[in-house]
Protein backbone atom coordinates (compact mmCIF):
# COMPACT_ATOMS: atom_id res chain seq x y z
CA UNK A 1 0.00 0.00 0.00
CA UNK A 2 1.12 3.60 -0.97
CA UNK A 3 1.36 6.29 1.15
CA UNK A 4 -0.14 9.73 -0.03
CA UNK A 5 3.97 11.12 0.09
CA UNK A 6 4.88 7.87 -2.02
CA UNK A 7 1.91 9.18 -4.58
CA UNK A 8 2.96 12.49 -4.48
CA UNK A 9 6.46 11.87 -5.64
CA UNK A 10 5.54 9.27 -8.46
CA UNK A 11 3.00 11.79 -9.26
CA UNK A 12 5.94 14.81 -9.49
CA UNK A 13 8.52 12.34 -11.17
CA UNK A 14 5.85 11.50 -13.82
CA UNK A 15 5.18 15.09 -14.57
CA UNK A 16 8.37 16.12 -14.93
CA UNK A 17 9.43 13.10 -17.11
CA UNK A 18 6.75 14.42 -19.10
CA UNK A 19 8.37 17.92 -19.03
CA UNK A 20 11.55 16.85 -19.96
CA UNK A 21 10.00 14.67 -22.96
CA UNK A 22 9.24 17.96 -24.36
CA UNK A 23 12.32 19.89 -23.31
CA UNK A 24 14.12 17.27 -25.09
CA UNK A 25 12.00 18.48 -28.41
CA UNK A 26 14.07 21.36 -28.26
CA UNK A 27 17.39 20.42 -27.96
CA UNK A 28 20.59 21.29 -29.54
CA UNK A 29 22.85 18.40 -30.77
CA UNK A 30 26.57 19.14 -32.06
CA UNK A 31 29.20 17.28 -32.66
CA UNK A 32 32.22 17.82 -30.68
CA UNK A 33 35.22 18.18 -32.77
CA UNK A 34 38.52 16.83 -30.50
CA UNK A 35 36.12 14.12 -29.71
CA UNK A 36 33.60 12.70 -32.30
CA UNK A 37 30.89 12.83 -29.76
CA UNK A 38 27.62 14.85 -29.73
CA UNK A 39 26.88 17.03 -26.98
CA UNK A 40 23.36 17.97 -26.03
CA UNK A 41 21.54 20.66 -24.38
CA UNK A 42 18.48 22.50 -23.98
CA UNK A 43 18.35 26.19 -23.86
CA UNK A 44 17.42 27.81 -20.30
CA UNK A 45 18.25 24.66 -18.77
CA UNK A 46 22.19 25.50 -17.74
CA UNK A 47 23.97 22.84 -16.38
CA UNK A 48 22.17 19.87 -17.65
CA UNK A 49 23.69 18.00 -20.64
CA UNK A 50 24.55 14.88 -21.94
CA UNK A 51 27.51 13.22 -24.27
CA UNK A 52 26.80 10.11 -26.29
CA UNK A 53 28.38 7.80 -29.25
CA UNK A 54 25.33 9.47 -31.35
CA UNK A 55 23.00 12.20 -31.70
CA UNK A 56 20.19 10.15 -30.26
CA UNK A 57 21.90 8.38 -27.31
CA UNK A 58 22.95 11.92 -26.44
CA UNK A 59 19.25 12.84 -26.12
CA UNK A 60 18.73 9.70 -24.46
CA UNK A 61 21.02 10.93 -21.83
CA UNK A 62 19.82 14.39 -22.13
CA UNK A 63 16.44 13.59 -21.33
CA UNK A 64 17.21 11.58 -18.16
CA UNK A 65 19.81 14.51 -17.27
CA UNK A 66 17.23 16.99 -17.41
CA UNK A 67 14.67 15.10 -14.52
CA UNK A 68 17.55 15.55 -12.28
CA UNK A 69 18.20 18.97 -12.96
CA UNK A 70 14.72 19.66 -12.81
CA UNK A 71 14.09 17.34 -9.44
CA UNK A 72 17.20 19.20 -7.45
CA UNK A 73 15.97 22.98 -8.71
CA UNK A 74 12.72 22.07 -6.97
CA UNK A 75 14.26 20.58 -4.12
CA UNK A 76 16.37 23.69 -3.63
CA UNK A 77 13.26 26.20 -3.72
CA UNK A 78 13.95 27.24 -7.46
CA UNK A 79 11.91 29.02 -9.26
CA UNK A 80 13.77 29.54 -12.80
CA UNK A 81 12.64 26.27 -14.94
CA UNK A 82 11.36 27.25 -18.38
CA UNK A 83 8.24 26.07 -19.80
CA UNK A 84 8.83 23.71 -22.53
CA UNK A 85 5.78 22.47 -24.71
CA UNK A 86 3.53 24.28 -23.08
CA UNK A 87 4.52 22.55 -19.51
CA UNK A 88 5.41 24.83 -16.36
CA UNK A 89 6.40 23.06 -13.27
CA UNK A 90 6.50 24.88 -10.09
CA UNK A 91 5.43 22.92 -6.99
CA UNK A 92 5.81 23.52 -3.45
CA UNK A 93 7.66 20.78 -1.71
Given at each position: MSTPLTDRSRDLRQQVE?????ARQQA???RL???GEFYASVPG???AWAIGSTPEE????????????????LELGADDIP?????SLAFDL
Open positions: IWAKARVEEDSTKGAEEGLESALVDWVLLKKMGGI
